[in-house]
């Protein structure tokens, strides 16, 4: 068949067939639940026909249920641009079927066919049912719109014989995707409004905004747009088109949600709003429905027409927030009442869709949303810190409208309204006013104040969107205009300030004083320094939380960094060593400079306890290096955790009119410099270091991290001087920076009412005493000549129990001075403490303002001499005072500009007015006389005085102070110290001490109910004492201090160096009680109370007498007997005078040093008055100066006597040095001999037994003792003191030896052991020499010639020089040695005992002085070849020591050739001999030789060989070094010498029988020459100044040197001097 227009039948049949085999269902259901089994019970009846058991079948559960037909059969026919369409349609048969009731048991094959097809009566055991349904829609569409018709049949039961009728309706389908296109239309017309700022602008007292009134929180009236895209079909419709009545119904649901959730949409109440305006060209103008919505197809488009008037209900609480913004006072509402408000919202929507391909069309009316609210209130206001109940009622009315016009360019048709902005085409009118009128009553009773006071409070604005401010009426009670002006934040300030009068009232300078006798001050034990300022953010305040922070960033902020320029002079003093605080948990402490110690341990705990460097800038830095240098100064230590860092990496907030954006800092695009930056985010870092556009510091703590959710919280950052312990901080500028000053978030009161207020500082008292404490506040009423003011009372009293001690400043009788070394004394009681302070509820009329500028230094110009600007005062509700005030002229001194301003101000006011000033070099400060309480400075452009805008008011309040009293009623100290005391300033004692005494106090200050400005007080308070200064008022305060006592003291130890012979004890007591006025300076520092305790040691007697300085003088006096008087020449370096021998000087030096050394810093040894020295400290004065650095040992003695006539004190010094030393055997035997008669034998023995070249040893042990003994008598009868030098002066050498050595001699050519003992001592002890006085007797140093100083054991001598004339000399000692020698190979030995019984006359050459014995076995010499025979070892040793010698000189690490660089070719030779090495030529020699030496030598029998032991050491030597080792140049040849006399020597090559050889020596003729390739040559000098310079030409060639070295060595052995080695002049060549 021909295919027309496209068209194909078969093909669409095929479709059609294939489409309806697709959408067949069959889809059967069954659920079948059976058991079956065998009944039993014919088994056991035995009249069963048959026992065999029966089968049945139980059906517990049947269902069946399912479909059969076409389900959704689609099929779409494209007949040439018309497609014809059967969308979803279908034709279901549903059946199901169920048993009537369950179990049913089938018992036979009959009982089953029953039930499939049960008989009649039996109908109802299995339940059947089965209906059709039938949808059957189709459509042509062309251009994605449809017409068509739906056939719909219905039979609900197919089985009761009904046959319903069929239905047909026209219909029209349209595609989804028009639909979603114009809903996306209409979106994105009218997206922008959830931003509009009209729309979301706050409404007072619903605190919502017009989106969130009439769309719901969270949307706006487009979201309804959003509704519309993607709208789903209903479930038998075609995917992806709609019907028309599906999307009226869709449509109208959208818009049934456009607002609040409500009951169903309705026409709003019209007796409360207006029914919308009908305007030109509005397509909903005469709509009366809730909703409208009009669908047509015109000329083949689809218009869609949308109305709405609806009526919404919103419900809310109602909210006071911001409506008091703009009140001074303190008053705050908070409402808990809900609202209901009505609504209503008319709009217009013309819709146009064209087709798929074109955009759809869009037309608006008018949105119009009217408000309505008529509301009860209630709730609460507080004002100031009390709270009052609320009621009352509230309105809101208004109207917002949002007109739509594409072609209106900027002016809409109707009046009022505005664009909302330039390209969206909506314009909009709003008025919206409310009315807040309630009455206020007090929710709790105030003392003062009568109970339940009321009064009225309203708030109206008409407008809320015009320029008019709210008008306010404020409650106009007088004690509610008082309560006004004192906020929670003054309240806080407040408790810091009385916190202060607290503080100052108990530790005021008159507390200074000490308790009488006490280590202990009146402060000390009634101090309540703090009460409230260490509980302030415990009870009081807390710091603002993260989240509620507008700036996230803290900053501290600095100088211009390049103007860290400290001056040369102030260079060298400059610190730049501080500490960085940050602070992360919980602020705990105050953040006040005198808080510094407690912030600073929580930073440390935290681990944010840094350094800080800020240093100085130099020439050599820039920024950049500069904030590189803070940066580094801050590393991580075991308490700081904190990290710094530059910018770079970071975001930078920047504010710019109220609006901040983040901006990232990079290498490329930094943000120092930046202006207007507010925070840091996202650095890996705690703080960022940084400058501002004016190049000052700055560093920002980081509130973000990682990202903008984990908070890095830090609750402080403060740079801080380094503290010093027991230092108070303050306020400190360096270079701009705040020191000691953090910086923190705001404080936030924890309290609201002052109910809370006196509650918390209940509690703080009550914590602080421990006793329960209540604090009210009064309110007092104001009159003619005083404000209202609050009064609150603070009475508290508490017990102390303070540990004490004596004062080290104290006597007591007798006791000149006492030191507490154990102390369980204690001071306790109670005090009582009250206080008034309170708030004056106006202005401190002593209070005077200012107004501060700063004078620019810039030149006059013709623009700047010219200046006009007005002052105005005020006072309360007075009249203002207003002056204009001109200037015409110019000064360039800043002084002179001052004088110029001050001349002007003082014409227009007065001086009595205002006062101008300059303080300092630039700044100007206009100060006004107290009577006013505002000041207002205005200026209209910038000027060379500073003078800009100004405003200073004086505070509604201020705080002040009343009557203050604190008294002890009971002060009582008991107990006991063991103390160090002085008795008469000299004697040093250790006693204990028994304490009773009881006192009180009684402070007053201020007038009972009477306030005074704080200012004021504190002015007294620091004035109390100077009487001198401006604030000093004698009638401000009383402070009296009483106390009375008894004391019992038990001495059972005085100090060194003088001894306590039994213990003794004193009682004593206040002769009269002491009282001291504490505000009296004189009284307290000159006023000390009469004690009566006499203290009299037994022993010491009258020494009281004698003092410190008289010893230091008595010593001077000796120390020229030591060393001789300097007039007659004599001194240390002289070695003559007094006790000097050259021998003693070092020792004698360290005594006149120390004894000097004591004269100069005897303050008390010239002038009465000086403070007095102890003889404790005497002594510790000479052991300390005693000590020397050679091991000397001090001591120091002072022994008092005492009897009826004298009582004098002996001063015995005494210096001991030790020595033990190990040393070289060294008898010089010829010197012990001389003189005596001696045989020939003995002699040559002793002449060479002298040398004794051994290992002989000797210990000496010994000491040298110096004494010097002073002494001073008091002779009671005559009240004189006399100085004597006591007999043990003088110096004492001990020493005494012992040697027991055995070792090896060389005597001559033989060798000996020698054995030697000796003992130098006297009769086992040491051997004595002294040198001093007769220790018999002491010296007067005394010129008169009275016989009162007649003494047993006493001379009088008339001065020093005298007294060195009975120096003596003695020796006492004695030597015994023994020396026993044994000559090897048995060629003989020797004994000699030598004793010296008396040194003394030894030196005095005394006949007889030296015994000696001795005993010799006599020695036969053999002759030298002999020798050798005997010890080839000798020979070997030689050899040995020879090459070890040489090879030292030349090839050894220090030789010659090793450290000789050769010029040219630098270490090669070196390097070619091996030099500085083990294995060189000569070391490989000396090793072959030794021990081939030392083999052949040892197995030689002369007796075998025709050549002598000598020749044969010449053989083997040439043997080894030239013929092995090739490094001789000839043989090693020997000579023998024969002595002709004593001087000349007949040489012999060799050896002949009968030649008397006295030495011989062998000759060795070292030497080689070889060539050795050398390195590239070098030939540069190292001297730079050498004339001649070579450069290095390299070659291809390799360089040589032939290397030739020789020369030559000798070395012997001589029959009476031993081996010797011979060298020759020319020791080495080298070519």
Same mark, same amino acid.
Not at 61 to 87: E, N, Q, R
Not at 488 to 498: F, R, S, T
Not at 533 to 562: H, P, Y
Not at 587 to 604: F, G, K
């Given at each position: 068949? =021909?295919?027309?227009?496209?068209?194909?039948?078969?093909?669409?049949?095929?479709?059609?067939?294939?489409?309806?085999?697709?959408?067949?269902?069959?889809?059967?259901?069954?659920?079948?639940?059976?058991?079956?089994?065998?009944?039993?019970?014919?088994?056991?009846?035995?009249?069963?026909?048959?026992?065999?058991?029966?089968?049945?079948?139980?059906?517990?559960?049947?269902?069946?249920?399912?479909?059969?037909?076409?389900?959704?059969?689609?099929?779409?026919?494209?007949?040439?641009?018309?497609?014809?369409?059967?969308?979803?349609?279908?034709?279901?048969?549903?059946?199901?079927?169920?048993?009537?009731?369950?179990?049913?048991?089938?018992?036979?094959?009959?009982?089953?066919?029953?039930?499939?097809?049960?008989?009649?009566?039996?109908?109802?055991?299995?339940?059947?049912?089965?209906?059709?349904?039938?949808?059957?829609?189709?459509?042509?569409?062309?251009?994605?719109?449809?017409?068509?018709?739906?056939?719909? !049949?219905?039979?609900?039961?197919?089985?009761?014989?009904?046959?319903?009728?069929?239905?047909?309706?026209?219909?029209?389908?349209?595609?989804?995707?028009?639909?979603?296109?114009?809903?996306?239309?209409?979106?994105?017309?009218?997206?922008?409004?959830?931003?509009?700022?009209?729309?979301?602008?706050?409404?007072?007292?619903?605190?919502?905004?017009?989106?969130?009134?009439?769309?719901?929180?969270?949307?706006?009236?487009?979201?309804?747009?959003?509704?519309?895209?993607?709208? =789903?079909?209903?479930?038998?419709?075609?995917?992806?088109?709609?019907?028309?009545?599906?999307?009226?119904?869709?449509?109208?649901?959208?818009?049934?949600?456009?607002?609040?959730?409500?009951?169903?949409?309705?026409?709003?109440?019209?007796?409360?709003?207006?029914?919308?305006?009908?305007?030109?060209?509005?397509?909903?103008?005469?709509?009366?429905?809730?909703?409208?919505?009009?669908?047509?197809?015109?000329?083949?488009?689809?218009?869609?027409?949308?109305?709405?008037?609806?009526?919404?209900?919103?419900?809310?609480?109602?909210?006071?927030?911001?409506?008091?913004?703009?009140?001074?006072?303190?008053?705050? $509402?908070?409402?808990?009442?809900?609202?209901?408000?009505?609504?209503?919202?008319?709009?217009?929507?013309?819709?146009?869709?064209?087709?798929?391909?074109?955009?759809?069309?869009?037309?608006?009316?008018?949105?119009?949303?009217?408000? !309505?609210?008529?509301?009860?209130?209630?709730?609460?206001?507080?004002?100031?810190?009390?709270?009052?109940?609320?009621?009352?009622?509230?309105?809101?009315?208004?109207?917002?409208?949002?007109?739509?016009?594409?072609?209106?360019?900027?002016?809409?048709?109707?009046?009022?309204?505005?664009?909302?902005?330039?390209?969206?085409?909506?314009?909009?009118?709003?008025?919206?006013?409310?009315?807040?009128?309630?009455?206020?009553?007090?929710?709790?009773?105030?003392?003062?104040?009568?109970?339940?006071?009321?009064?009225?409070?309203?708030?109206?604005?008409?407008?809320?969107?015009?320029?008019?401010?709210?008008?306010?009426?404020?409650?106009?009670?007088?004690?509610?205009?008082?309560?006004?002006?004192?906020?929670?934040?003054?309240?806080?300030?407040?408790?810091?300030?009385?916190?202060?009068?607290?503080?100052? %009232?108990?530790?005021?300078?008159?507390?200074?004083?000490?308790?009488?006798?006490?280590?202990?001050?009146?402060?000390?034990?009634?101090?309540?320094?703090?009460?409230?300022?260490?509980?302030?953010?415990?009870?009081?305040?807390?710091?603002?939380?993260?989240?509620?922070?507008?700036?996230?960033?803290?900053?501290?902020?600095?100088?211009?960094?390049? %103007?860290?320029?400290?001056?040369?002079?102030?260079?060298?003093?400059?610190?730049?060593?501080?500490?960085?605080?940050?602070?992360?948990?919980?602020?705990?402490?105050?953040?006040?400079?005198?808080?510094?110690?407690?912030?600073?341990?929580?930073?440390?705990?935290?681990?944010?306890?840094?350094?800080?460097?800020?240093?100085?800038?130099?020439?050599?830095?820039?920024?950049?290096?500069?904030?590189?240098?803070?940066?580094?100064?801050?590393?991580?230590?075991?308490?700081?955790?904190?990290n710094v860092c530059r910018s770079e990496g970071c975001y930078g907030c920047i504010d710019e009119e109220g609006n901040t954006t983040c901006v990232p800092c990079d290498a490329s695009n930094s943000c120092d410099g930046l202006a207007n930056v507010v925070e840091y985010r996202l650095c890996d870092c705690d703080a960022v270091v940084t400058v501002n556009e004016n190049n000052e510091f700055a560093l920002y703590t980081v509130p973000y991290k990682a990202n903008d959710t984990d908070s890095n919280d830090i609750k402080l950052i403060g740079i801080f001087n380094e503290l010093v312990e027991d230092e108070t901080l303050e306020e400190a500028d360096?270079?701009?920076?705040?020191?000691?000053?953090?910086?923190?978030?705001?404080?936030?009161?924890?309290?609201?009412?002052?109910?809370?207020?006196?509650?918390?500082?209940?509690?703080?008292?009550?914590?602080?005493?421990?006793?329960?404490?209540?604090?009210?506040?009064?309110?007092?009423?104001?009159?003619?000549?005083?404000?209202?003011?609050?009064?609150?009372?603070?009475?508290?009293?508490?017990?102390?129990?303070?540990?004490?001690?004596?004062?080290?400043?104290?006597?007591?009788?007798?006791?000149?001075?006492?030191?507490?070394?154990?102390?369980?004394?204690?001071?306790?009681?109670?005090?009582?403490?009250?206080?008034?302070?309170?708030?004056?509820?106006? =202005?401190?009329?002593?209070?005077?303002?200012?107004?501060?500028?700063?004078?620019?230094?810039?030149?006059?110009?013709?623009?700047?001499?010219?200046?006009?600007?007005?002052?105005?005062?005020?006072?309360?509700?007075?009249?203002?005072?207003?002056?204009?005030?001109?200037?015409?002229?110019?000064?360039?001194?800043?002084?002179?500009?001052?004088?110029?301003?001050?001349?002007?101000?003082?014409?227009?006011?007065?001086?009595?007015?205002?006062?101008?000033?300059?303080?300092?070099?630039?700044?100007?400060?206009?100060?006004?006389?107290?009577?006013?309480?505002?000041?207002?400075?205005?200026?209209?452009?910038?000027?060379?005085?500073?003078?800009?805008?100004?405003?200073?008011?004086?505070?509604?309040?201020?705080?002040?102070?009343?009557?203050?009293?604190?008294?002890?009623?009971?002060?009582?100290?008991?107990?006991?110290?063991?103390?160090?005391?002085?008795?008469?300033?000299?004697?040093?004692?250790?006693?204990?001490?028994?304490?009773?005494?009881?006192?009180?106090?009684?402070?007053?200050?201020?007038?009972?109910?009477?306030?005074?400005?704080?200012?004021?007080?504190?002015?007294?308070?620091?004035?109390?004492?100077?009487?001198?200064?401006?604030?000093?008022?004698?009638?401000?305060?009383?402070?009296?201090?009483?106390?009375?006592?008894?004391?019992?003291?038990?001495?059972?130890?005085?100090?060194?160096?003088?001894?306590?012979?039994?213990?003794?004890?004193?009682?004593?007591?206040?002769?009269?009680?002491?009282?001291?006025?504490?505000?009296?300076?004189?009284?307290?520092?000159?006023?000390?109370?009469?004690?009566?305790?006499?203290?009299?040691?037994?022993?010491?007697?009258?020494?009281?007498?004698?003092?410190?300085?008289?010893?230091?003088?008595?010593?001077?006096?000796?120390?020229?007997?030591?060393?001789?008087?300097?007039?007659?020449?004599?001194?240390?370096?002289?070695?003559?005078?007094g006790l000097l021998a050259c021998e003693f000087t070092g020792f004698l030096q360290i005594v006149v040093d120390a004894i000097d050394q004591l004269v100069n810093d005897c303050t008390e040894c010239d002038d009465p008055d000086a403070p007095k020295s102890t003889f404790t400290t005497l002594e510790t004065k000479l052991n300390t100066l005693l000590q020397d650095s050679v091991g000397g040992t001090p001591s120091v003695s002072f022994t008092p006597t005492s009897d009826d006539i004298r009582s004098s004190l002996d001063v015995d010094l005494r210096l001991q040095w030790s020595f033990l030393e190990v040393t070289q055997l060294n008898i010089d035997?010829?010197?012990?001999?001389?003189?005596?008669?001696?045989?020939?034998?003995?002699?040559?023995?002793?002449?060479?037994?002298?040398?004794?070249?051994?290992?002989?040893?000797?210990?000496?042990?010994?000491?040298?003792?110096?004494?010097?003994?002073?002494?001073?008598?008091?002779?009671?009868?005559?009240?004189?003191?006399?100085?004597?030098?006591?007999?043990?002066?003088?110096?004492?050498?001990?020493?005494?030896?012992?040697?027991?050595?055995?070792?090896?001699?060389?005597?001559?050519?033989?060798?000996?052991?020698?054995?030697?003992?000796?003992?130098?001592?006297?009769?086992?002890?040491?051997?004595?020499?002294?040198?001093?006085?007769?220790?018999?007797?002491?010296?007067?140093?005394?010129?008169?010639?009275?016989?009162?100083?007649?003494?047993?054991?006493?001379?009088?001598?008339?001065?020093?020089?005298?007294?060195?004339?009975?120096?003596?000399?003695?020796? &006492?000692?004695?030597?015994?040695?023994?020396?026993?020698?044994?000559?090897?190979?048995?060629?003989?030995?020797?004994?000699?005992?030598?004793?010296?019984?008396? $040194?003394?006359? &030894?030196?005095?050459?005394?006949?007889?002085?030296?015994?000696?014995?001795?005993?010799?076995?006599?020695?036969?010499?053999?002759?030298?070849?002999?020798?050798?025979?005997?010890?080839?070892?000798?020979?070997?040793?030689?050899?040995?020591?020879?090459?070890?010698?040489?090879?030292?000189?030349?090839?050894?690490?220090?030789?010659?050739?090793?450290?000789?660089?050769?010029?040219?070719?630098?270490? %090669?030779?070196?390097?070619?001999?091996?030099?500085?090495?083990?294995?060189?030529?000569?070391?490989?020699?000396?090793?072959?030789?030794?021990?081939?030496?030392?083999?052949?030598?040892?197995?030689?029998?002369?007796?075998?060989?025709?050549?002598?032991?000598?020749?044969?050491?010449?053989?083997?030597?040439?043997d080894l070094l030239g013929n092995d080792l090739e490094i001789l140049t000839g043989n090693v040849t020997v000579q023998y010498y024969e002595h002709n006399g004593t001087e000349s020597l007949i040489s012999h090559g060799s050896y002949t029988e009968g030649l008397e050889i006295k030495s011989l020596m062998w000759e060795i003729p070292f030497g080689q020459s070889y060539t050795i390739e050398l390195p590239p040559l070098n030939f540069d000098f190292p001297n730079n100044k050498f004339p001649l310079q070579i450069s290095t030409v390299l070659t291809e060639e390799q360089p040589t040197m032939t290397l030739e070295w020789s020369f030559k060595l000798?070395?012997?052995?001589?029959?009476?001097?031993?081996?010797?080695?011979?060298?020759?002049?020319?020791?080495?060549?080298?070519?």
């Amino acid at each position: 068949m =021909p295919n027309h227009g496209g068209f194909s039948f078969a093909a669409a049949a095929n479709e059609l067939a294939s489409n309806i085999i697709q959408s067949l269902v069959i889809d059967v259901n069954v659920e079948l639940d059976f058991a079956f089994g065998f009944d039993l019970n014919p088994t056991f009846d035995e009249y069963a026909s048959s026992r065999v058991p029966n089968l049945f079948i139980q059906i517990n559960h049947f269902d069946m249920w399912g479909a059969l037909g076409v389900l959704d059969w689609t099929s779409d026919i494209d007949l040439s641009g018309v497609d014809f369409i059967v969308s979803e349609a279908r034709a279901l048969v549903n059946v199901s079927s169920t048993l009537s009731s369950h179990p049913i048991r089938i018992n036979s094959p009959s009982e089953l066919t029953a039930l499939v097809n049960p008989p009649a009566e039996d109908s109802e055991r299995i339940i059947f049912s089965a209906s059709l349904e039938v949808d059957f829609p189709v459509f042509l569409i062309s251009d994605g719109v449809g017409f068509g018709a739906r056939i719909k !049949y219905l039979d609900e039961d197919l089985l009761d014989q009904v046959t319903e009728t069929p239905t047909t309706n026209t219909d029209v389908v349209i595609e989804i995707a028009k639909i979603q296109w114009a809903a996306e239309k209409l979106r994105d017309s009218t997206a922008f409004l959830k931003d509009l700022e009209v729309l979301n602008d706050t409404i007072p007292v619903v605190r919502a905004s017009i989106n969130s009134l009439i769309a719901g929180p969270d949307r706006t009236i487009a979201d309804w747009a959003n509704n519309l895209e993607g709208t =789903p079909t209903y479930s038998s419709g075609p995917t992806d088109r709609i019907s028309l009545p599906e999307l009226r119904y869709r449509m109208k649901e959208a818009l049934s949600n456009i607002t609040s959730p409500m009951k169903a949409p309705q026409l709003p109440d019209l007796n409360k709003f207006e029914t919308p305006p009908i305007l030109p060209g509005n397509n909903c103008n005469g709509n009366d429905k809730a909703i409208s919505l009009d669908i047509e197809d015109v000329s083949g488009s689809l218009e869609i027409t949308i109305c709405t008037f609806l009526e919404f209900e919103l419900e809310g609480e109602l909210s006071a927030f911001g409506l008091l913004d703009g009140v001074e006072e303190s008053i705050n $509402i908070e409402l808990d009442s809900g609202y209901l408000m009505y609504g209503a919202l008319s709009t217009g929507i013309k819709l146009t869709i064209v087709s798929l391909t074109e955009s759809p069309f869009v037309e608006f009316d008018p949105v119009i949303a009217q408000l !309505y609210l008529q509301s009860d209130l209630s709730g609460t206001a507080r004002i100031g810190l009390f709270e009052g109940i609320l009621s009352g009622n509230v309105a809101l009315q208004g109207q917002f409208s949002l007109g739509h016009c594409t072609t209106c360019d900027g002016t809409y048709p109707s009046d009022g309204y505005e664009q909302a902005d330039e390209t969206s085409g909506f314009y909009y009118s709003r008025l919206i006013g409310y009315s807040l009128d309630g009455g206020i009553e007090l929710s709790a009773g105030v003392p003062g104040v009568e109970l339940g006071l009321g009064d009225e409070i309203g708030i109206r604005d008409d407008n809320i969107y015009d320029d008019n401010p709210p008008i306010i009426q404020l409650p106009g009670a007088q004690f509610y205009v008082d309560v006004m002006k004192f906020t929670p934040q003054n309240a806080v300030n407040m408790l810091q300030l009385i916190d202060s009068t607290l503080a100052q %009232a108990t530790s005021n300078t008159a507390f200074n004083a000490r308790i009488p006798l006490l280590n202990t001050s009146v402060k000390d034990v009634v101090s309540v320094a703090a009460v409230f300022t260490n509980a302030m953010f415990e009870f009081f305040v807390t710091v603002q939380s993260f989240d509620d922070r507008a700036t996230k960033s803290l900053v501290i902020r600095g100088g211009d960094v390049s %103007a860290i320029t400290p001056t040369e002079e102030d260079m060298s003093t400059y610190n730049a060593d501080f500490e960085l605080y940050v602070l992360r948990e919980e602020l705990t402490v105050n953040p006040i400079p005198e808080r510094a110690d407690a912030m600073r341990a929580q930073a440390q705990e935290e681990g944010g306890l840094c350094k800080f460097e800020i240093p100085a800038y130099t020439d050599e830095d820039t920024t950049d290096s500069y904030l590189d240098a803070v940066v580094s100064s801050v590393t991580e230590t075991a308490y700081c955790n904190v990290n710094v860092c530059r910018s770079e990496g970071c975001y930078g907030c920047i504010d710019e009119e109220g609006n901040t954006t983040c901006v990232p800092c990079d290498a490329s695009n930094s943000c120092d410099g930046l202006a207007n930056v507010v925070e840091y985010r996202l650095c890996d870092c705690d703080a960022v270091v940084t400058v501002n556009e004016n190049n000052e510091f700055a560093l920002y703590t980081v509130p973000y991290k990682a990202n903008d959710t984990d908070s890095n919280d830090i609750k402080l950052i403060g740079i801080f001087n380094e503290l010093v312990e027991d230092e108070t901080l303050e306020e400190a500028d360096h270079y701009g920076f705040s020191i000691n000053s953090p910086v923190h978030p705001a404080v936030i009161p924890r309290f609201n009412t002052m109910a809370e207020l006196t509650a918390r500082m209940s509690q703080v008292i009550t914590d602080f005493t421990g006793v329960e404490t209540n604090i009210t506040a009064v309110y007092k009423s104001p009159s003619d000549d005083s404000y209202g003011s609050f009064l609150f009372g603070i009475g508290f009293s508490k017990s102390f129990e303070y540990d004490v001690s004596f004062s080290p400043s104290i006597s007591l009788g007798d006791f000149s001075s006492i030191s507490a070394e154990n102390s369980t004394l204690f001071i306790e009681g109670s005090f009582l403490l009250s206080n008034e302070f309170g708030v004056i509820l106006g =202005p401190d009329d002593t209070e005077g303002l200012k107004i501060v500028s700063e004078i620019s230094e810039d030149n006059c110009t013709d623009v700047n001499q010219n200046l006009i600007f007005d002052i105005t005062l005020s006072r309360d509700d007075d009249p203002p005072v207003r002056r204009s005030i001109s200037i015409t002229n110019c000064a360039e001194d800043v002084a002179a500009r001052v004088e110029i301003i001050k001349n002007r101000v003082s014409a227009a006011f007065g001086e009595e007015e205002v006062t101008v000033s300059l303080v300092g070099t630039s700044t100007l400060v206009l100060a006004f006389n107290p009577y006013w309480s505002g000041a207002q400075l205005s200026v209209l452009e910038e000027n060379i005085y500073g003078l800009t805008n100004d405003t200073q008011k004086k505070s509604g309040f201020h705080i002040a102070n009343g009557a203050t009293a604190l008294e002890i009623r009971r002060l009582e100290l008991s107990g006991e110290a063991a103390v160090s005391a002085k008795v008469f300033n000299t004697i040093e004692v250790v006693a204990n001490i028994d304490a009773s005494m009881s006192g009180y106090l009684q402070f007053n200050s201020g007038t009972s109910g009477q306030l005074v400005p704080l200012d004021i007080w504190f002015s007294n308070v620091r004035s109390i004492l100077d009487k001198l200064d401006e604030f000093h008022d004698p009638d401000f305060a009383t402070c009296t201090l009483s106390v009375d006592g008894n004391f019992a003291a038990l001495i059972h130890h005085v100090k060194e160096p003088i001894a306590l012979e039994q213990l003794v004890s004193f009682d004593g007591s206040f002769v009269t009680p002491f009282e001291l006025d504490l505000l009296d300076i004189s009284d307290v520092t000159s006023r000390r109370p009469d004690i009566q305790l006499e203290i009299d040691i037994p022993s010491i007697g009258d020494i009281k007498h004698i003092s410190f300085g008289d010893i230091v003088n008595v010593l001077k006096d000796a120390l020229e007997f030591l060393v001789g008087n300097p007039d007659d020449g004599h001194s240390i370096d002289s070695c003559s005078g007094g006790l000097l021998a050259c021998e003693f000087t070092g020792f004698l030096q360290i005594v006149v040093d120390a004894i000097d050394q004591l004269v100069n810093d005897c303050t008390e040894c010239d002038d009465p008055d000086a403070p007095k020295s102890t003889f404790t400290t005497l002594e510790t004065k000479l052991n300390t100066l005693l000590q020397d650095s050679v091991g000397g040992t001090p001591s120091v003695s002072f022994t008092p006597t005492s009897d009826d006539i004298r009582s004098s004190l002996d001063v015995d010094l005494r210096l001991q040095w030790s020595f033990l030393e190990v040393t070289q055997l060294n008898i010089d035997l010829e010197a012990i001999l001389e003189g005596l008669d001696l045989d020939e034998d003995l002699k040559n023995f002793v002449k060479g037994i002298v040398p004794l070249a051994g290992g002989g040893r000797t210990d000496v042990a010994g000491s040298v003792t110096l004494s010097l003994g002073v002494g001073l008598e008091y002779i009671k009868a005559t009240e004189s003191i006399i100085p004597y030098i006591r007999g043990i002066t003088g110096v004492v050498l001990n020493f005494s030896a012992d040697a027991n050595a055995q070792f090896q001699a060389t005597i001559g050519p033989l060798s000996a052991d020698v054995g030697v003992v000796s003992t130098v001592g006297n009769y086992g002890g040491p051997l004595s020499i002294s040198v001093g006085l007769d220790p018999s007797y002491n010296y007067y140093i005394y010129s008169s010639t009275d016989q009162i100083l007649s003494r047993k054991g006493f001379q009088q001598v008339p001065s020093i020089s005298v007294l060195e004339g009975e120096i003596a000399v003695g020796i &006492m000692g004695q030597v015994v040695a023994e020396i026993n020698v044994e000559f090897k190979y048995g060629l003989g030995n020797a004994l000699m005992i030598i004793q010296i019984s008396d $040194i003394n006359n &030894m030196l005095e050459r005394k006949p007889g002085a030296v015994d000696l014995f001795y005993e010799a076995t006599p020695v036969e010499i053999p002759n030298l070849i002999e020798i050798l025979l005997m010890d080839p070892g000798a020979i070997v040793e030689g050899v040995d020591t020879l090459f070890k010698a040489v090879n030292d000189l030349t090839l050894g690490r220090q030789g010659v050739v090793t450290t000789f660089p050769v010029p040219f070719i630098g270490g %090669a030779l070196a390097r070619s001999l091996k030099a500085g090495r083990s294995d060189n030529v000569l070391e490989n020699a000396r090793r072959t030789v030794k021990a081939t030496l030392d083999e052949i030598l040892n197995t030689y029998r002369a007796d075998d060989s025709n050549s002598t032991v000598v020749d044969l050491v010449a053989n083997v030597l040439t043997d080894l070094l030239g013929n092995d080792l090739e490094i001789l140049t000839g043989n090693v040849t020997v000579q023998y010498y024969e002595h002709n006399g004593t001087e000349s020597l007949i040489s012999h090559g060799s050896y002949t029988e009968g030649l008397e050889i006295k030495s011989l020596m062998w000759e060795i003729p070292f030497g080689q020459s070889y060539t050795i390739e050398l390195p590239p040559l070098n030939f540069d000098f190292p001297n730079n100044k050498f004339p001649l310079q070579i450069s290095t030409v390299l070659t291809e060639e390799q360089p040589t040197m032939t290397l030739e070295w020789s020369f030559k060595l000798a070395f012997g052995f001589d029959l009476t001097d031993g081996f010797f080695l011979y060298t020759y002049r020319e020791l080495l060549n080298l070519h």
